[in-house]
């Protein structure tokens, strides 16, 4: 089936005698409500559109922002509220019966570096019905800001139009929201569903699928379960991750992070209270050579959630990525911590092709005086590798040997201290060999759900 262009969903919108709103746009000019006035017809949709640039305007249309920010969910939520209350009261007695309203809104900023912002619709899904919402965070990614403004006016419009038309199936909810956007132009950190127009949605899943599509770097879930915008959640905290496959989360990974946030707090005096420990995976696995399903990353974002610690989940196969993606948050002091087998692969030049500098340009993206490489000793029967196990070739020896006498790398533990390195495959393992002793490996809270899985 051929996708329908943003004009020709605006103008579904504009003939459908029953839709009838309000848009309310701050930052970025009027780049949704314009579609709608393009298309012909608007008289018969658009009930009010407002821009409020001046900040001392929006506090007295919406409220003053609390935060000092007016690029957040807050102020969105503010705008929703306030646009869709004032239809009801003025609208509803002359036409609720015919009609479902709307209130489109959004906040962005596009004219710094980091470009982007909330847009949301509160709606009426059918004539009468109590409102729904669905709620977005996306990053701007072209350069230029007319293509970013191009972007911002089709996910708009997609996004009205998939709330009235769509709404019956998550997955083409999902797709039809990106429609003539090209891939690579946004990037959606979260998207919030309420209401009864939503109540078969999950929105864990979608929000994992939108990584899986390409139209998402990272979805940040904190532990109630909720997915967070990573700038609200992550702002200007100190923040230790520990990367891994948690198929499942095994006890070394518990005493990994354990011993890791000491190691983080002593080093830049840090309370424990003042660092958020995060957990961390990748859809995509360079490493392992797979790629994740939406459903086994909520199983693992489960087992997770289970111990009391949030979740993020990435499509960044490497570690400096990440760490760029988290400096649009913070920046705080912040510790990655790997067991000492990954040191090989970390080093390895083949993972840095696309870069000019290659491996030297890569690892400098990574490791600064505010972030470290934390190295947790890898220890079997027979060995028990650390940071002067490993052994680069000649050729990068000395970029290794910088990071090292700079204490950029560090280990945390000595082979003394810890028990044997306890793998995700070894319980596995275990479980499918009927051996009942691998729940010692397993956090006791999370035993139910490692069953489950296997």
Known sequence: MRTQTTLEKALD???????????????AGQEVARQFFQVGKASQTVALAISAYDMTYSDIIYGKEKSGRYVCDSRLKQMLEKEYEKLIKRLNEVRGNKTTF?????????????????????????IGADPSEIRMHVRLLDKQRLLQQESLS?????????????????????????????????????????????VKFDPLYVNLSLIQMGLSEAIFINTQAEVENIGDALWDKNIFIQRASYKPVTTTHIDIASRG????????KLKSSEVTTIFEFTLDNRLKNEKVSVEEAIQKVKMILALNLPVLVTRFPLFYQMKEFIRLASNKPLAIVIGATHLDKLFDEKFYLDLNGGLLEGMGKLLDKSTRLYIYPHKTKDICLLTKSY??????????THFIENKFIQDIAGCDEIDEFMHSEDI???????????????????HALVQKMN
Not at 105 to 124: C, E, I, L, P
Not at 154 to 178: E, P, R, W
Not at 428 to 439: E, Q, R
Request: glycine letters at 6%.
């Open 154 to 198: 089709k996910l708009g419009v997609n996004m009205i139009h998939s709330c009235f038309y769509k709404s019956a199936d998550s997955i083409d909810f999902t797709q039809s929201l990106f429609d003539q956007i090209k891939l690579g132009s946004i990037s959606v950190d979260a998207i919030h569903f309420e209401g009864p127009a939503f």
């Open 391 to 400: 052994f680069p070739k000649s050729a990068i020896r000395h970029i290794y």
């Open 102 to 126: 709307f209130a489109f809104a959004d906040t962005v900023a596009t004219a710094s570096k980091n470009s982007h912002g909330w847009m949301g619709v509160k709606f009426q899904h059918k």
């Open 13 to 27: 919108i504009n003939t459908d005698l029953k839709l009838y709103g309000t848009f309310a746009e701050i930052g």
């Open 261 to 268: 946030v000491k190691h983080f707090e002593n080093e830049f």
């Open 428 to 446: 596995i393992k275990m479980i499918k060999s009927k051996k009942t002793d691998w729940k010692k490996y397993v956090p006791v809270s999370i």
